[in-house]
């Protein structure tokens, strides 16, 4: 059962209370008799922070000051919180800052120096001081003990608990301080946090930098799922007075142990200095991410690598809403082999894998072992994946990992190696194994025949001359060749593919060798344009189609009479800059329930808002694709009678 916010226990307690609406809306905090306006971001967060220091602290209502006023400070200023000793609130016990979320590391820092300015013996004259910055926080022992200047060996796990003694550590199993599943507002501002952390100014290449969020993700799972007795405390976290030098031994620690479980995932030793590694921790440290949700972990983490892989990585993603329909329109099962062999960042075999795990609530309950196991065989034995890019490898893994696994048979090869190269990898791997391929190949690239010499292996690496020779190419495109290796890989049959191409593959008239190939290859199914901007948000400008197609068997023959569907959407669900498109179709609210239909031109989606009683703050619960919806239901239509068709 979800804890219920210690805001909504103040206020249903008496302590605090909400006047006016909308921009005009303020709290007042009773037993201090102030006020102020809640809109503000900062106000929310010592709003929040205010009722925990009642509710989880066991400090009194009546001895938290809030806006208190520093003595000798030109021009005025004021303090957020202070925690007094006395019901007077005269002798000042700890001075806490209270800033917005979404603040750098820079701000965070300068926060910290205003908390220090404030808690000197010569102003509010404190024994702690501290910052909270939503799920980031810091607090440092001023007491005498330490110079005024200290700002390493004093900080302490946490602020005391009625003026007790601090902790060794905060979060200790079972305790009443343990690690929390968090919503999905909660884990993305943590996300945005680490990664403004890890690649603040280009610090860090956008793979290196998620290539070390995910080895410190990789800990901090690791050791959630550790084995230790109740009342133990976790090691990833800040323990009191530990100079970052011995935190950053003991995460390295935890990673080297599991690293060496592991070899294929991460090779490399953590790479990021002792300051930045202890910034992270404190971004992280109090959620738990193996109990939070896995859509909510799925929809976190997507957004970190949409605002990463763009650019000169942009080749690395694609964007959701093409991924989810190619996956509606092919529809995997538990029973399916799946393959992307150019998986980039993990997109189609995660969205694979969500759909099989909702299959299986189709024919299990949740939280049974029988649901655990219709989904997780899926992943550990019928999900596969290749990257050229060995980092590139190594974060579509970690993607799996974070989404409960499913990376055991992703690997780094060619995937236009020989078939016998690939297999030495991984026997998993052969000719006429896949039920369903799902890519987004490599455009525009060429495989030199100097650098390759597997391309004279490829029907499309050669020519065939007037007289009807067949010789080798000098070079081919890179998303021509991957169209005979998903032939390789893919049943007779009833093998099918959702492929990625350029739309040059398809009008060209220099390609109609290719076309010649696709048609005799494979059985056309659909093909459906995308927009001319459907890549522009990641740096690629080039107009694609996804293509649908059927792997044919060795004795069929074409028909010239196999109808096909097609359709050009023009609304997708984003535009050229990442924004969404959608339309409102319906919106319906309920008390504190709502219900939105939004629509594109692939499917339309459903979303569910609950209403927290006392803020009227809503929260979106996982977005859900409305089946057939949008050209899903067109499909659907079209292969119950298959006619010729174009939306």
Not at 154 to 177: C, M, R, S
Not at 305 to 334: C, E, H, S, W
Request: aromatic share 10%; with cysteine; net charge negative.
């Amino acid at each position: 059962m979800q804890q219920e916010p210690y805001l909504d226990q103040a206020i249903r307690d008496g302590h605090a209370k909400f006047t006016g609406e909308g921009k005009t809306q303020r709290i007042v905090y009773i037993a201090v008799n102030h006020s102020e306006r809640y809109s503000d971001p900062e106000e929310k967060v010592r709003a929040e922070y205010w009722a925990e220091l009642i509710h989880r602290y066991n400090y009194e209502p009546g001895r938290i000051g809030v806006e208190i006023t520093v003595p000798d400070r030109t021009p005025k200023d004021a303090a957020d919180l202070v925690v007094f000793h006395d019901d007077a609130r005269t002798r000042p016990y700890a001075v806490i800052e209270c800033k917005r979320d979404d603040i750098s590391d820079a701000e965070f820092a300068q926060a910290v120096e205003q908390a220090c300015g404030n808690g000197t013996w010569a102003k509010l004259r404190a024994n702690y001081v501290g910052v909270v910055a939503g799920g980031t926080r810091r607090f440092l022992d001023f007491s005498d003990k330490y110079g005024v200047l200290e700002r390493e060996e004093n900080i302490v796990a946490d602020l005391t608990i009625q003026y007790g003694k601090p902790e060794k550590f905060k979060y200790h199993k079972g305790g009443p301080f343990d690690i929390k599943p968090v919503k999905r507002e909660v884990l993305i501002a943590a996300i945005k946090k680490c990664h403004q952390t890890l690649w603040g100014g280009g610090r860090l290449s956008p793979p290196a930098a998620f290539g070390e969020l995910c080895k410190i993700i990789f800990v901090k799972i690791s050791d959630e799922k550790a084995k230790r007795k109740k009342g133990e405390p976790y090691q990833f976290q800040i323990k009191s007075n530990e100079p970052r030098q011995k935190l950053a031994e003991r995460i390295k620690v935890i990673y080297d142990k599991e690293k060496n479980k592991d070899p294929d995932v991460f090779t490399e030793t953590i790479k990021i200095d002792e300051g930045m590694l202890s910034t992270i921790v404190s971004h992280l440290e109090s959620i738990n991410l193996s109990a939070t949700e896995l859509d909510t972990k799925g929809l976190a983490f997507e957004q970190f690598m949409d605002n990463f892989f763009k650019g000169d990585f942009g080749q690395y993603f694609t964007p959701r809403p093409i991924i989810d329909f190619a996956v509606q329109m092919l529809k995997p099962t538990d029973e399916d082999l799946v393959l992307d062999p150019a998986c980039g960042s993990g997109g189609f075999l995660l969205h694979a894998l969500d759909a099989v795990r909702k299959e299986a609530s189709d024919y299990n309950k949740p939280d049974t072992p029988e649901h655990f196991k219709h989904w997780h065989d899926f992943a550990q034995k019928r999900l596969f994946g290749i990257e050229i890019n060995e980092e590139i490898a190594r974060v579509a893994k970690m993607n799996m990992i974070l989404h409960d696994d499913g990376h055991t048979n992703v690997i780094s090869a060619d995937a236009l190696d020989s078939m016998q190269q690939i297999r030495k990898l991984n026997p998993g791997f052969g000719e006429g194994r896949f039920d369903l391929v799902l890519t987004n190949p490599p455009f525009g690239a060429q495989v030199k025949a100097t650098e390759r010499p597997y391309l004279g292996d490829y029907d499309l690496g050669n020519q065939t001359s007037k007289s009807g020779k067949s010789k080798p190419r000098n070079n081919q495109k890179t998303e021509i060749l991957f169209l005979e290796r998903i032939w390789h890989f893919l049943k007779p049959g009833t093998g099918q593919a959702a492929v990625v191409l350029p739309d040059g593959i398809l009008t060209n008239s220099s390609l109609q060798y290719v076309r010649d190939f696709l048609l005799e290859r494979f059985q056309l199914l659909a093909v459906v344009s995308l927009p001319q901007t459907a890549f522009a948000h990641y740096g690629a400008g080039v107009k694609a189609s996804l293509v649908f197609i059927r792997k044919r068997t060795e004795d069929e023959t074409p028909d010239d009479n196999e109808a096909i569907f097609m359709a050009a959407p023009e609304n997708i669900g984003y535009d050229a800059s990442g924004r969404d498109t959608f339309r409102q179709i319906k919106s319906e609210e309920s008390g504190n329930k709502k219900e939105d239909l939004l629509g594109w031109d692939f499917f339309d989606v459903q979303v569910l808002s609950e209403r927290d009683s006392i803020t009227g703050e809503w929260t979106e619960k996982p977005r859900e694709i409305v089946p057939d919806s949008g050209l899903l239901a067109e499909w659907s239509k079209f292969k119950a009678d298959p006619a010729p068709f174009f939306v």
